[in-house]
């Protein structure tokens, strides 16, 4: 059974530029999360969605968006990226919402 | 706000103890508490999950415990190796408005095994 997939896995960007990440989930898992983790700020819910809704936000700018497909994978965009966006992004899917968490091993975003 | 704190912060162990590693949380509504074990640059790899209304969960060497009532976790690794040597992060989560989950992760503990 495939893990959780992430695209790509690394990526240089310049300030100001916008990017996309992609998740595609465990197949039949209908719950995708993302999170931001850098060293100071440690790992920070960023939102999730379910059955192509979303369902919580965590306390990021509106530049930072998201979205689901009905195939339930998941593409979140960071437009106008600033130094601080440098960060490993990391998606998890679950198969329904309050079950195991299962993560991708991340897009490494760097911003120069 | 769901605050959680892992003790130590780093440990360096050698090759075959018993170690614990611990994971405190401030609100005890949690719907359930997953361990991680996280390599270096790498995703998390998921290592047990617990439900809120149990009280441990094992995998191999690897046992976890979870007291709802006074906030605490810990995760037990018996006779460790250096293939454990990893960052373990433990994170809970809630069911917010809009039957939504989030998970709150500790800033982990860095586990060193030395052969």
């Known amino acids: 059974k495939a893990g959780v997939t992430q695209t790509p896995r690394y990526l240089i960007k310049t300030r100001g530029q916008q990017v996309t990440l992609s998740c595609s989930p465990i197949s039949g898992h209908r719950s995708v999360s993302w999170y931001q983790q850098t060293p100071g700020q440690g790992l920070q819910f960023l939102f999730e969605?379910?059955?192509?809704?979303?369902?919580n936000k965590g306390n990021f700018p509106g530049r930072f968006s998201g979205r689901q497909f009905s195939n339930s994978r998941s593409e979140m965009n960071v437009s106008t990226l600033e130094l601080g966006d440098s960060a490993l992004y990391l998606c998890?899917?679950?198969?329904?919402?309050?079950?195991?968490?299962?993560f991708g091993q991340g897009t490494r975003l760097t911003v120069v | 706000k769901q605050e959680v704190t892992q003790i130590p912060a780093a440990l360096s162990v050698p090759e075959g103890e018993n170690l614990v590693l611990n994971c405190s949380f401030t609100?005890?509504?949690?719907?359930?508490l997953q361990w991680f074990r996280q390599d270096p640059g790498k995703g998390l790899t998921s290592l047990l999950l617990?439900?809120?209304?149990?009280r441990e969960q094992t995998s191999g060497r690897l046992n976890a415990s979870l007291d709802k009532s006074s906030g605490r976790s810990t995760l037990y690794i018996a006779a460790s190796q250096p293939g454990d040597s990893a960052t373990y992060l433990c994170?809970?989560?809630?069911?917010?408005?809009?039957?939504?989950?989030?998970?709150?992760f500790g800033s982990g503990t860095q586990l060193t095994v030395l052969p």
């Open positions: 994170a809970v989560s809630r069911l917010s408005s809009g039957s939504a989950r989030q998970l709150t």
């Open positions: 969605y379910f059955s192509e809704t979303q369902r």
């Open positions: 609100d005890s509504a949690i719907y359930n």
């Open positions: 617990i439900q809120s209304s149990q």
């Open positions: 998890a899917s679950s198969h329904h919402i309050g079950t195991e968490a299962f």
